[in-house]
């Protein structure tokens, strides 16, 4: 018979491959589903909304599960409502109106990642559970959601509507079965000033250096995959399925890390991780640049996908290790708030103003320079910093 125990761990690695699939849905195919429906520029409007939303909102639901009972609650929460709102998007509703939908589905959907991390890495942390292998099923629940989705949604993609709605209830289900992981903030209805306030994490500067770092690598990122894949069709002459290969190496690159997870903090520590990631990157846009064939362009992704996680989980690492427990779940979601809420936003906006002045090849280049600077950047600030913060960081 299996254990309790056993049972629980089991239920949060599937709670962590549920959650993550979500974002395959949303990201995947909702852009297909809106150019149907609207013209380019409502299209671009709408996809817009969300990245804005999540810029915010993940915020007030950090800071709202650190004073719950349980975290798991909120995130239950989270789950079902924006099932709703999400399955909303399924009837024929006008522009503004999808505008708002979208709106208050990534009002809910925008603390998914921070709060099953929290809640993943805090109990895996207290239990010296491996990490790693629960995280990866997020990994693969994103790939695989999104191989079935695609076969189904090519006859009709209101099927997507159907299949998050499916997922939502399974995920509230088997977030039920997973332990519970308590919100150190919550007071029994008394207020305490002290435990919640916010200038502790305000005033952790060595967060902000990782948070700005994974601003500009998240910024780039998303450059790439707005931009990239009309570079690849167009200049390069590439037919579209390399993009969709491309696609699947980024994620299955993510896999490699996950299972070192563990004994790359343990041996190595925060500080050489995150360099070689945003060195690696550098390399890697400025390698971009120069890519012309198929080849070579696969070989340089084989490291995409591990290098935009690592610098991820420097920060979620250091949360969970030098953050009190109280403002944890807060710390990760206002980390994804700023880190890939802020740099979304940046990708288009400003990537569309990199892109016209100085074309895909140029805005490679551009990145390769920037993160560049930023690792010499990053040492300076860290070889002057004396703090045994630091040289535990590894």
């Known amino acids: 018979m299996v254990s309790k125990t056993k049972l629980s761990v089991v239920c949060l690695a599937l709670a962590n491959a549920l959650v993550y699939a979500f974002n395959a849905l949303f990201y995947c195919f909702l852009p297909l589903?809106?150019?149907?429906?609207?013209?380019?520029?409502?299209?671009?409007?709408?996809?817009?909304?969300?990245?804005?939303?999540?810029?915010?909102?993940?915020?007030?639901?950090?800071?709202?599960?650190?004073?719950a009972k349980y975290k798991n609650t909120v995130l239950i929460c989270t789950v079902l409502l924006s099932s709703v709102f999400f399955f909303s998007m399924k009837f024929d509703v006008g522009f503004f109106a999808m505008c708002v939908l979208v709106g208050v589905t990534m009002l809910f959907m925008s603390p998914f990642a921070g709060l099953i991390d929290t809640i993943t890495l805090e109990y895996t942390t207290d239990h010296a559970i491996p990490y790693g292998p629960i995280r990866v099923l997020g990994t693969l629940g994103f790939g695989i959601i999104s191989l079935v989705s695609g076969m189904f949604s090519g006859r009709d993609i209101d099927i997507i509507f159907y299949i998050f709605v499916g997922m939502a209830l399974v995920c509230a289900l088997v977030l039920l079965g997973c332990p519970r992981v308590e919100g150190h903030a919550h007071t029994d209805g008394k207020k305490t000033r002290e435990r919640v306030s916010l200038k502790p994490l305000l005033r952790a500067h060595r967060l902000w250096i990782i948070v700005g770092f994974m601003l500009l690598c998240q910024f780039a990122y998303s450059y790439y995959c707005n931009f990239y894949p009309s570079y690849l069709r167009d200049v390069l002459l590439?037919?579209?399925?390399?993009?969709?290969?491309?696609?699947?190496?980024?994620?299955?690159?993510?896999?490699?890390?996950?299972?070192?997870?563990?004994?790359?903090?343990?041996?190595?520590?925060?500080?050489?991780?995150?360099?070689?990631?945003?060195?690696?990157?550098?390399?890697?846009?400025?390698?971009?640049?120069?890519?012309?064939?198929?080849?070579?362009?696969i070989i340089n992704n084989l490291l995409t996908g591990f290098l935009v996680t690592v610098v991820t989980y420097c920060g979620a690492m250091y949360i969970t290790a030098y953050i009190a427990p109280e403002l944890q779940a807060t710390g990760q979601n206002l980390m994804y708030c700023i880190g890939q809420g802020i740099a979304r936003v940046f990708g288009g906006v400003l990537g569309g103003v990199i892109e016209s002045r100085l074309g895909t090849t140029g805005g490679m280049y551009l990145f390769g320079g920037l993160l560049a600077i930023a690792a010499v950047i990053g040492v300076i600030l860290i070889l002057r910093d004396k703090s045994p913060e630091w040289r535990q960081c590894g």
């Open 33 to 67: 589903y809106f150019n149907d429906r609207f013209s380019p520029v409502e299209a671009g409007i709408v996809l817009s909304v969300g990245p804005a939303v999540s810029i915010v909102a993940p915020l007030f639901w950090g800071m709202l599960a650190d004073r």
């Open 238 to 297: 590439l037919p579209e399925w390399i993009w969709g290969l491309n696609v699947l190496i980024l994620v299955l690159g993510e896999i490699p890390f996950f299972f070192l997870y563990n004994r790359l903090f343990a041996k190595l520590g925060i500080r050489p991780l995150l360099f070689a990631s945003v060195i690696g990157s550098a390399a890697r846009y400025l390698l971009l640049g120069l890519c012309e064939g198929v080849t070579a362009l």
